[in-house]
């Protein structure tokens, strides 16, 4: 048998082999085919942006340039000005609404203490500006810090003003009143009240800089003078009225005496005691200028207008006494105090004139 005859037998032969009946299970072998794989994306690195993420820039923050010191210093002598202006703004508010630097004379109340907190804000920003002030801000800062100090004496002037004219008036009333013991004690309280008064004018005077008003436009330098001026008026004219009506009691002692002694018909003794007090009360009332300042104007015609009428009242019980007939020339005399408003306040006045009407 040839090579090809034994191959076709033995290839019939495995066929019968692996034949397939029934119940019998044919092993097939799959073939391995090639491994199928399923990416997976790769993770992005850090700080890069992803396909689907939009980077949006951050802001940057712009920074401001430092301001120059002058600058600082400028804003801190603007702020000072203010409160300077506030400070004043207080001080004329004492005399009433729309009132002027002026009003505030001597005749109404000043309570410095409500400058006190405008003042000390003024100082701070003084301090700050110092700090920073190239030489040609340092005058102004001088100026205004001059002006700090010499509104904060003006107030406190101020205020004793008013306690010299409160007391004057006082003690004025008491004598048209015949209290002269009150009379008394309101002079003293009044001589009092001018030392201080006398000791913040002195300390203005002597450090007044009237120039410094020109560094700034709340006070002028005629504001600056002005007040100085005119708490040195009501200083000098209070202290002329307390000294000028010293006398008037000494005046009415012999006023009422000469009214008693014409009650008892001792004409000689009258006469001697109105012509007395007539001289007494020409005396106060020449000494009693009608020139003086506005604070004190008022209780100085009040003085004026009371002596002036004792002593034509006065001068007229003396012709009255001296007359000798039976009837007395007292009409003149009783026309004088009837015209007068001396019946409800003086009552050696109102006895007089009771008498005089009888």
Request: hydrophobic share 35%.
């Amino acid at each position: 048998m040839n090579r090809r005859s034994y191959l076709a037998l033995l290839t019939a032969g495995l066929a019968g082999c692996t034949g397939g009946g029934e119940g019998t299970s044919t092993l097939t072998e799959t073939p391995t085919g090639t491994p199928t794989t399923t990416a997976t994306p790769t993770a992005t690195p850090a700080g890069e942006p992803t396909p689907t993420e939009t980077e949006t820039p951050e802001p940057t923050e712009t920074e401001e340039p430092t301001p120059a010191p002058e600058e600082i210093a400028s804003e801190h002598i603007v702020a000072a000005e203010d409160h300077l202006a506030t400070a004043v703004e207080t001080y004329v508010g004492f005399a009433g609404d729309d009132a002027a630097w002026l009003d505030v004379d001597g005749s109404v109340s000043v309570d410095p203490s409500r400058l006190s907190d405008a003042l000390l804000d003024m100082r701070f920003e003084l301090s700050e500006a110092r700090d920073h002030a190239v030489d040609e801000q340092a005058d102004q800062i001088d100026a205004l810090d001059h002006l700090r100090e010499f509104l904060e004496l003006v107030a406190q002037a101020s205020a004793g003003a008013h306690d010299v004219t409160t007391s004057l008036r006082a003690a004025v009333d008491a004598a048209i009143t015949e209290n002269f013991d009150q009379m008394a004690s309101h002079r003293e309280a009044t001589q009092q009240s001018l030392s201080t008064l006398g000791s913040d004018i002195d300390e203005l005077s002597s450090t007044a800089q009237p120039d410094a008003a020109e560094a700034t436009d709340v006070l002028s330098t005629e504001d600056y003078t002005k007040k100085i001026d005119q708490l040195a008026s009501v200083h000098e004219d209070a202290g002329a009225v307390i000294s000028g009506i010293g006398p008037m009691d000494d005046a009415m002692d012999d006023f009422s005496g000469g009214a008693d002694a014409y009650y008892e018909e001792e004409y000689r003794t009258a006469s001697t005691l109105f012509f007395g007090a007539k001289s007494t009360y020409a005396d106060v009332k020449e000494d009693l200028s009608s020139d003086v300042a506005a604070a004190v104007s008022g209780v100085v015609g009040d003085a004026r207008a009371y002596v002036s009428t004792l002593r034509t009242a006065a001068e007229h019980m003396v012709e009255a006494a001296d007359s000798t007939g039976d009837w007395k020339p007292e009409h003149a005399a009783r026309d004088v105090l009837r015209k007068s408003d001396l019946i409800e306040k003086s009552p050696t006045v109102s006895e007089l004139l009771e008498y005089l009407e009888s």
